[in-house]
């Protein structure tokens, strides 16, 4: 009975929320007034944890006890959710150095900014 409302009810609902609070970064973040290279890795970032969301939410039945789908569409979500997943974990890291960069030594990070354009910095 836990099981059922920890891993299923709980799971589905913040992955719902997730999902929607990502569609809405996601437009903000795609403006063209948002284009520098932190907002960019924060759109990346965003795309993951929607992969991420909707690879949980794809395998939320099969806890649930509902097997829907053939079982190798189970198995290749749940490689989908480890690939988002370990993709979030160096975006977050990378959004982490460009920050430092920028923050501890801006001139450095200015110049280089400036010499090659963000693009490649992404």
Same mark, same amino acid.
């Given at each position: 009975r836990i099981m059922f409302w920890c891993s299923g009810v709980a799971t589905i609902t913040?992955?719902?929320v997730g999902v929607a609070g990502n569609l809405l970064s996601i437009i903000v973040l795609s403006e063209k007034s948002m284009t520098s290279v932190f907002?960019?890795?924060l759109l990346s970032l965003c795309l993951s944890d929607l992969v991420f969301? *909707? @690879?949980t939410l794809a395998m939320s039945p099969i806890v649930l006890h509902y097997y829907l789908y053939p079982a190798h569409l189970?198995?290749? $979500?749940e490689c989908v959710?480890?690939?988002? *997943? @370990?993709?979030s974990i160096f975006l977050t890291t990378s959004l982490t150095i460009e920050r430092h960069q920028a923050v501890?030594?801006?001139? $450095?990070y200015q110049y280089r900014l400036a010499?090659?354009?963000h693009k490649l910095l992404i």
């Amino acid at each position: 009975r836990i099981m059922f409302w920890c891993s299923g009810v709980a799971t589905i609902t913040s992955a719902c929320v997730g999902v929607a609070g990502n569609l809405l970064s996601i437009i903000v973040l795609s403006e063209k007034s948002m284009t520098s290279v932190f907002n960019h890795l924060l759109l990346s970032l965003c795309l993951s944890d929607l992969v991420f969301l *909707l @690879a949980t939410l794809a395998m939320s039945p099969i806890v649930l006890h509902y097997y829907l789908y053939p079982a190798h569409l189970y198995h290749a $979500s749940e490689c989908v959710c480890h690939v988002a *997943l @370990a993709t979030s974990i160096f975006l977050t890291t990378s959004l982490t150095i460009e920050r430092h960069q920028a923050v501890c030594v801006p001139h $450095s990070y200015q110049y280089r900014l400036a010499r090659t354009g963000h693009k490649l910095l992404i």
